[in-house]
């Protein structure tokens, strides 16, 4: 990172590192893993979060770098670094994170759900009985299933799957006099649980240590000298030409049985592993010595998320909520008329996503309704948005659903809703070419009268059930014609053709979103300059376009106050004299993951600029995806964004944390007197006192 001028020009622009800004959130994640306000087993699971999230890093960012430095690319980032540079660096940082990771496990949280009488058990620790009952289960419920491989000249190294669990045995043959040094795998099904509890007991095991303990049972006549376990992460993102696909659906299909095999980027292995057998390992999946993670631990901690789910102990957990359902919508038996007398905000958790689903449940059976238009980019198992899209279809509507194939990890989940949709009648589509669908829209066009009126429904979110009690998102439900107009215009860009698509009042990328953004800043800047009242307050998840950043620069250096809230990837450095040093970055991990994005731009002390949508500031946001921005121009529900949630989350002062000019984050420090506050636990008694409110409509 280069350092500011300390001449009288402004200091030349500097950028934080994509990956390691993002590397910086998740050792955020892993703090919420030490934090006493949460109940244990919260903390059990965010440490298991740590471990989903590495898995995405190298699957997708470390292998895509490490195809650079292979192709001979020359590629830089933001900050100047190639890809070599980015490599070396990503190793040593991650190398720090995974130690901190099994740190907390076996010196934090182990003990501490030992002490509530929860335990992990390792092979040093069965007792008699325990051995007894795992070796019933082993030969009951592992055994049959396992299938040992051996490597020698006959049976060369298998292809090994992706992030599966395997175990790599040293086997002898006691009946020759040298030691011998025969190698062994066993890869294990994924069928098998890999956290099992011992019956009767409140003792758990992972099911790396079982396979350890009863490994020369698969070996019969051999000795295992040393088992142990690895993971290998392989290369996982889709690389094809759309432009030259005849059928994207199948196209992906075909690479994602491809990426199962994909070219290894990580080994997790037992630390304890024979140095000689390592070396046979990594020659035999073409990997190098510096990606490979001795792990002092169980492998793989994203299992502890099964085990949250196993231990029957809600007194170690988060108080159970049920989201408010406000009152427009409580009393209303049909949703349209509650929605045509106005606008209906929803912001969830908080306030429940089940009007969401009314929307198209009621949509789907209502003999008025004609058609139906969505956008799915992820959805939920046995989501309800799908069944009722396609009862709508079976009930004779039209019934337009954009799938988007390519939403990453999800592709395999999008297929299938794709064909289920098909086989019904729903016209599936599958967004325009080189473009990712992310904006979250439905359209519902209902006969009322002699007129056809169309009512829509937009938000922050995935229409997915399971995420909406976790993710913080807004939903906007409307029949403004001025916004409905609009989103059908979308539906039929993203259904048919269309090189310039004009929109007034909803912003849509790749086409108006950019530009907006940086002419809306550009506003701030110049009023600034002139004396005006001047403020920016944006919260969304990542900032990363270099244009947008150095605006930001450039309106903080005209005196512009720039409040971020972001709570991932942050490219832009603020707090520089000179450059950057009226910008603030604070990102806020709590129980909810904040994922609503929100864009205030003052506006002179006019009437401020108030924006909702699906779109961070990242260039794949401006310029590779479709997003939706809309504005919020109701005064009571701009009222309502801008002084109950945007602002009040930048008094947050016990779980926002403030980004500083290295990279590192800081809690926020109380002035004497200043009571805690806490956005996410203000939102939830506020919902409760709303929700025990008698009703009045």
Known sequence: MNSPSSSNQPPKPIYFNRELSWLAFNQRVL???????????????????????????????????????????????????????????????????????????????????????????TNKDFTPKELSWLETYFEKQIYPVLTPLAIDPAHPFPQLINKGLNI??????????????????????????????????????????????????????????GAWEFRITRNSDLYFDEEEVENLLQKIEEELYKIRRGAAVRLEIRR?????????????????????????????????????????????????????????????????????KEDILLHHPYESFAPVIDFVQQAARDPQVFAIKQTLYRT???????????????????????????????????????????EVGVHVVYGLVGLKTHCKCCLVVRREGNDLVRYAHLGTGNYNVKTARSYTDLSLLTARQEITDEVADLFNTLTGFALAPYFQKLIVSPFNYHRLMQEYIKVETE?????????????????????????LY??????????????????????????????????ILGRFLEHSRIYYFENADRDPRLYVGSGDWMPRNFF?????????????????????????????????QVLQGDLSYEDVQRKEGDQAFSIQKHLLEQALLDSQKPSTE
């Not at 045995?169 to 956290?195: C, D």
């Not at 709508?392 to 509507?397: E, L």
């Not at 529900?637 to 602002?647: E, V």
Request: contains cysteine; aromatic residues 8%; proline residues 5%.
């Open 624 to 656: 590779r995806r479709i997003e939706a921005i809309f504005p919020i121009d109701n005064q009571k529900l701009k009222h309502r964004i801008i002084d109950h949630y945007l602002f009040p989350v930048l008094k947050d002062n016990v779980k926002a």
């Open 380 to 422: 939920s198992g046995g989501s309800p948005i799908v069944e009722a899209l396609k009862e709508a279809s079976r009930n004779g509507k039209q019934v337009t659903v954009l799938v988007e194939l390519k939403a990453r990890f999800d592709e395999a989940n999008n297929i299938s809703w794709a064909r289920q949709l098909e």
């Open 527 to 551: 009023n600034a300059i002139e004396g005006k009242p001047a403020r920016i307050v944006i919260k969304i998840n990542s900032l990363s376009d270099r244009e947008t950043i150095d605006n």
């Open 168 to 225: 790599l045995a040293w086997l002898s043959n006691p009946a020759t006099e040298e030691r011998e040094r025969i190698m062994a795998v066993i890869p294990v099904p994924r069928i098998l649980p890999r956290v099992i509890h011992i019956e009767e007991t409140s003792s758990y095991v992972f099911l790396s240590d079982i396979l350890r303990a009863f490994a020369d049972r698969l070996f019969p006549g051999y000795t295992v000298e």
């Open 31 to 121: 703090q919420q893993a030490y934090s006493p306000e949460y109940p244990l087993l919260e903390r059990m699971r965010y440490l298991s979060f740590v471990s989903t999230n590495l898995d995405e890093f190298f699957e997708i960012r470390v292998s895509g770098l490490i195809q650079q430095v292979d192709s001979g690319a020359s590629y830089k980032s933001i900050d100047g670094l190639d890809a070599k540079q980015q490599l070396h660096a990503i190793i040593e940082t991650t190398n720090k994170l995974v130690s901190e990771q099994y740190e907390c496990w076996e010196r934090a949280l182990a003990p501490a759900l030992k002490e509530e009488g929860i335990v992990f058990k």
């Open 554 to 587: 450039l309106a903080s250096q005209a005196g512009v106050q720039v409040e971020l809230i972001i709570r991932g990837i942050c490219c832009l450095v603020p707090g520089v004299k000179g450059l950057s040093e009226n910008i603030t970055v604070r990102s």
């Open 272 to 340: 304890d592993v024979d140095d000689g057998f390592l070396e046979q390992l990594l020659r035999a999946i073409h990997l190098q010595k510096e990606y490979v993670f001795r792990i002092n631990g169980p492998l793989n901690l994203m299992r502890l998320f099964s085990a949250y789910d196993m231990i029957d102990r809600p007194d170690l957990k988060f108080p159970a909520f049920t989201p408010y359902l406000p009152a427009v919508l409580a009393n209303a038996e049909v949703i349209f008329s509650a929605i045509a």
